[in-house]
């Protein structure tokens, strides 16, 4: 435990030529020796976190085995794909193109999306702006989490409204809206596997360690290079890396409901510079006063934050283990 630690940005330094050359050189061995794949393959969203994927893995194997997908739908930000495109060209690398939203359609994710939306705003139209928000403004001592759903009724003149949801229709819109990330790994594999290359994961340690991510979506990938990186790392190796401010200098948003969200309001309750070094500061076993006291927080702030970290993993480890078997003598030894 370390009690003494001024937990400030200072942490989170790093020597980003290091951290750079030894990803890159865990990439090439991983891809090669491990997963016997000839290159990578990953989405680009626009986003930092595969934005500085996409440029280490046009590092670690050359830019013309790494292949992007680029893969918007109708609820994403047009500036999204041109992020990625911009994102392509400071890599070097090839990418393709893929509208999900005919697959997303067929498969029923606006429709039944929509349907749950009017159990609450029984005015709501196809193409009304929406998203989910955390309820409440910070975190608090005994604060109970719940959502709320905001949306913009074309009916009612573009009047916003926001209601706290019921569980089965927050959980019937997250397992509609998870299709989207469902389509774009079966997008990735499928050009893996023509390619024979290994599908590259982007999450940063913040949503891996606290699992913002949907299994057997994002959460599927053969290698995940930043996993170990915080958000705020992220950011700086990607200003390291040399990508263009447009993509490092941006807000972490979802990018997955029609009106604009950020990683807070849906997921983390505060900013990821905050989180990440209150995450930080958990795994060194800081105590919650220590932490609070070097941050400006409240002490009450600190600690429920502290158990939400270890509830947010309980989760994760779900939606990241194996799955379960009877007989657990039946598995596969290591290699």
């Not at 139209?125 to 403004?137: L, S, T, W």
């Not at 989490?145 to 706290?164: C, D, K, M, P, Q």
């Not at 939606?319 to 009877?326: H, I, S």
Request: glycine letters at 6%; one cysteine or more; aromatic letters at 8%.
């Amino acid at each position: 435990m370390l009690e003494s630690v001024i937990v400030n940005p200072k942490v989170l330094d790093l020597d980003y030529a290091k951290a750079a050359g030894e990803i890159e050189q865990w990439m090439r061995t991983a891809a090669a020796q491990r997963l016997q794949r000839r290159g990578f393959v990953l989405g680009v969203s626009g986003g930092i976190d595969s934005s500085v994927c996409a440029m280490l893995a046009a590092r670690a194997a050359g830019a013309h085995r790494v292949k992007a997908l680029l893969m918007p739908e109708r609820d994403s930000s047009p500036e999204s794909l041109e992020k990625g495109k911009t994102v392509c060209a400071a890599a070097g690398i090839d990418y393709e193109v893929h509208d999900i939203s005919p697959a997303l359609e067929a498969l029923g994710c606006y429709r039944l999306r929509d349907d749950s939306i009017r159990q609450v705003f029984p005015t709501f139209r196809p193409g009304d702006p929406f998203k989910i928000a955390v309820a409440g403004e910070s975190a608090k001592e005994n604060h109970v989490t719940y959502f709320t759903l905001i949306a913009e009724l074309s009916a009612e003149g573009n009047r916003r409204v926001s209601a706290r949801m019921p569980v089965d229709v927050y959980l019937a819109i997250v397992a509609a809206t998870n299709m989207k990330q469902r389509v774009r790994k079966l997008l990735e594999y499928s050009l893996a596997d023509r390619l024979n290359f290994a599908v590259i994961g982007t999450p940063n340690r913040l949503e891996y360690d606290q699992g913002f991510f949907v299994r057997g979506g994002d959460g599927l990938a053969d290698l995940k290079p930043i996993a170990h990186l915080y958000k705020t790392q992220v950011f700086a190796l990607g200003r390291w890396l040399g990508l263009p401010p447009v993509i490092t200098e941006q807000m972490p948003s979802t990018d997955t409901y029609s009106l604009p969200q950020s990683q807070e309001e849906f997921y983390f309750r505060l900013p990821y510079g905050q989180m990440d070094l209150l995450l930080w500061a958990y795994i060194h076993e800081i105590p919650a006063d220590s932490a609070a006291e070097s941050l400006g927080l409240e002490v009450s702030q600190v600690a429920w934050i502290y158990r939400d970290i270890e509830a947010k993993r309980r989760v994760a480890n779900r939606l990241d283990g194996a799955a379960l078997l009877v007989d657990p003598s039946c598995k596969r030894g290591a290699p």
